[in-house]
């Protein structure tokens, strides 16, 4: 089969899947839900463009703290105005209140000396003799107050929320032990999204000239140096690593030798793109190596390879490796993974899972990449999947997916796509374009068993076939594909009787326990949530309204039902019109309503999978009263970890009785809260991945 042909094949596939689940979607949920949903799936999104603060002609001024958490070292020598116009550029970025700024001259022979000490609040230092640009630094860092030591250059200008981002990297990152910025040229171009060091000791600045909002460039990234331009690191680190070694003086290498230190040390070193800084390369030392202050970069090369040598022939790529694979040669396995859309964790069960499941990938040390099927750009959600250190595509950097993956897919050993309908008509692209990869059918949960008990709920025929054409297209992906996931053991056991050959792994949700929160007498209510684009959360949010929660208000008329999720439908919405009913909509936060109501209730008449509503509200100590449906695959007992009823009259006989029962509530909590350690902790999933991992080598 030609590219050409395996293309069309997608196109074509692709549109007829389209259509089917657009009339399942008419059929079930009416035309102006499904209308909204198409929109939704295929409106582009904005995205941001660079920023900078246009420099203020104005007098300067800093602020001098009593209380340093980082410390901005700038070497300057010479060149005044450039240092003038990176201090007011560094001030008009909103600096945080708790950062010093250190200025070291190195005997510069302007007037930098007279102009700078009259700068209020800026501590100014200059040289006695001149250091050259590592003596500077290690001054200026002997200087430093601050929990982080920043090294500046004088030739930069600072884009909003720059210093932020930096020292965020050690947040989101623990490990890291240096963060340095993205560098990029006046007129918008890509100087340096962290550098490379091949096993010459020769380096190479990744991206250089390239755009610096290419999906490649734009994410959280393990480098093996960042240039001393624009970097981060706690100043203890600095001080034990003994700085810049000297044996680089006056300049260059001394950032790569840095690296290697924190590297040696146990850390990571990263470069950080949502801190981006514009670098006048060349100002204060040239570019000809040949001659002047320049020239020492050639010697220092050598320098460095000498010091380095057999961790650099052990552990770096060498020379004549691609740049991309160079770039992220210290990954344990390169994974794609696919889903329909970004992941929203603020919005949907799903959307958590993935999440959770990228970021182990990325903490096994994994070089992760990810795109939506859609293609969209979803604003802070991409960035999120970004600053955790995924390598996230969108459009228009995306294109035609299957001149994507005839480009890409060869780098990748592990492929995971979420849902049927999204791998069917991209595995032949995929077996063509990624023939090295393990393939992964991540079902999320068995959407044929699922629509199958929707069906039989509504006595609906034409549902009922179309979830026999479902069954029929998961099962010949699973024969087709190399491992398979679903979400419980119930749904690994039905698979072990219709797919006995294929291989299957119960990667469930996976949900990090925070604890019990406030005691059952600072609680009263009844909390429901579910995204209501799912037919199922519509059943049962508006059987909760009308058989069950009148039959608990008729004894109990204070007890109070909220309703939370995102896309309610007019039927729902509506239940906020009669007592006792809020209808709250999406939630970005639900610790708030998680810590005040006494019960989560989860009364679901259908489905299949596991249901992130009764996990998120037992990894937060709230329980939960639920259906058999509800728990299926959990794990949990009636009594011990929730309450389980099936009818009506049950579920709110169920809620009456164990309302205000203390001992109850407070067994619950304990059981739900072992419940997620045990089944849903990211270790066990984490144990899967590993297995998967040690097959691929």
């Given amino acids: 089969m030609g590219d050409a042909w395996a293309a069309a094949l997608y196109r074509l596939h692709r549109s ?6 657009g009339l399942r979607s008419l059929r079930a949920r009416g035309f102006a839900a499904t209308w909204d949903a198409a929109q939704r ?18 007098p300067l001024a800093f602020t001098l703290p009593a209380s340093v958490r980082a410390s901005v070292v700038i070497p300057v020598y010479g060149k005044l105005d450039y240092t003038l116009a990176c201090l007011r550029s560094l001030l008009q970025t909103q600096l945080p209140d708790d950062v010093e700024v250190i200025v070291i001259d190195d005997a510069s022979p302007d007037d930098t000396g007279t102009v700078l ?5 800026l501590r100014y230092h200059r040289n006695a003799t001149n250091l050259g640009f590592v003596g500077s630094c290690n001054a200026g860092a002997a200087m ?14 600072l884009t909003p929320g720059w210093l932020d981002a930096l020292l965020r990297t050690f947040e989101t990152h623990p490990d890291t032990g240096l963060a340095g910025a993205q560098l990029v040229y006046p007129d918008g171009r890509l100087q340096e999204s962290g550098g490379i060091v091949f096993a010459d000791g020769s380096g190479w600045n990744f991206g250089r000239f390239e755009d610096p909002r290419h999906p490649a460039y734009t994410f959280v990234r393990e480098a093996d140096y960042c240039s001393g331009a624009a970097i981060a690191l706690p100043s203890a680190l600095f001080k034990r690593l003994g700085g810049f070694d000297l044996r680089y003086a006056p300049a260059y290498y001394e950032d790569t030798d840095l690296a290697m230190k924190v590297r040696e040390a146990g850390l990571k070193v990263r470069v950080q793109p949502a801190s981006m800084v514009v670098h006048h390369e060349g100002i204060t030392a040239g570019t000809d190596t040949s001659s002047g202050v320049k020239a020492y970069q050639v010697r220092n090369q050598q320098r460095f390879l000498e010091r380095w040598r057999d961790t650099l022939v052990r552990r770096h790529p060498a020379p004549t490796q691609a740049v991309h694979y160079a770039a992220q040669h210290r990954a344990r396995a390169r994974v794609l993974v696919i889903d329909a859309t970004t992941p929203m964790p603020d919005r949907d069960s799903g959307s958590v899972r993935l999440f959770e499941l990228l970021r182990l990938l990325v903490d096994e040390g994994c070089a992760v990449t990810f795109f939506p099927e859609n293609g969209l750009d979803d604003g802070r ?11 996230a595509w969108t459009q228009p950097w995306l294109g035609a997916l299957p001149d994507w993956l ?48 929707e069906a039989e709920e509504r006595r609906d025929a034409a549902l009922l076939r179309a979830a026999a054409r479902t069954r029929a297209d998961e099962l010949a992906l699973i024969d087709s594909v190399d491992r398979t996931w679903v979400v419980s053991p119930v749904e690994k056991a039905l698979l072990a009787e219709s797919a006995p050959g294929a291989v299957v792994d119960v990667v469930s949700n996976i949900h990090r326990v925070r604890g019990a929160g406030p005691a059952m007498a600072e609680r009263h209510g009844l909390l429901f949530v579910g995204g209501f684009r799912h037919p199922p959360n519509v059943d049962a949010a508006l059987w909760l309204a009308d058989e069950i929660l009148p039959r608990i208000r008729e004894r109990r008329p204070e007890i109070t039902l909220s309703l939370v999720g995102s896309d309610a439908p007019a039927s729902v919405l509506a239940l906020g019109e009669r007592p006792g009913i809020t209808v709250h909509g999406h939630v970005p936060d639900l610790e708030p309503l998680i810590d005040t109501n006494r019960f989560s209730v989860a009364p679901l008449r259908y489905g299949a999978g596991v249901k992130g509503k009764i996990n998120q509200a037992l990894a937060h100590g709230l329980p939960v009263v639920a259906t058999r449906c509800a728990v299926e695959g959990m794990g949990l007992t009636h009594g011990i970890d929730a309450l389980v009823a099936d009818d009506a009259e049950s579920l709110a006989a169920t809620i009456l009785a164990a309302y205000d029962d203390a001992a109850l509530w407070q067994r619950l909590v304990d059981g739900g809260l072992a419940n997620t350690e045990r089944e849903f902790s990211p270790e066990r999933a984490r144990t899967t991945l590993r297995t998967i991992f040690n097959q691929l080598r």
């Fill in 144 to 157: 430093a107050r601050g929990e982080f030591v920043v090294f500046l250059n004088n030739d930069t200008t």
């Fill in 117 to 121: 000490p009259a700068i209020g609040g």
């Fill in 41 to 58: 799936r295929l409106s582009p999104r904005p995205t941001a463009e660079l920023a900078v603060t246009p420099v203020d002609p104005g």
């Fill in 406 to 453: 005839a480009k890409h897919g060869a780098r990748f050993q592990l492929v995971i796509v979420s849902r049927h309908y999204i791998l069917s008509p991209l595995l032949p692209l995929l077996r063509r374009h990624a023939p090295q990869a393990r393939i992964v059918f991540d079902t999320v949960d068995l959407h044929h068993l699922r629509e199958q008990r």
């Fill in 381 to 391: 959600y991409t960035q999120a999947l970004r600053d955790l250190g995924v390598e």
């Fill in 16 to 21: 007829l899947d389209l259509v089917r689940r």
